[in-house]
């Protein structure tokens, strides 16, 4: 068995998450994987598990939260 990086549970079906700068997670379940592993919007601060937005290195979940830190011209995907 293996040990959750995040809630630390030792559980036989973990998984492992490898990212694109190779970087490695072992998780037990995918709410621990995200906690982990997914961007925060620069707003909210809201794990973005969808899509979201993105400009200029600064990710958000969405574009109403993009133009509350000043950034305009983004959509949400439709």
Known sequence: MARCDV????YDKTFQLVLADGTRGTYDSFECAIHAAA???GHCGCPIIGHGV???GR???CAHCAGH???GGLRDRV
Not at 7 to 10: L, R, T, V
């Open 54 to 56: 993105e400009q200029d």
């Open 7 to 10: 809630c630390g549970n030792d």
């Open 59 to 61: 990710f958000f979940c």
């Open 39 to 41: 961007p925060r919007c």
């Open 69 to 71: 830190e000043g950034v």
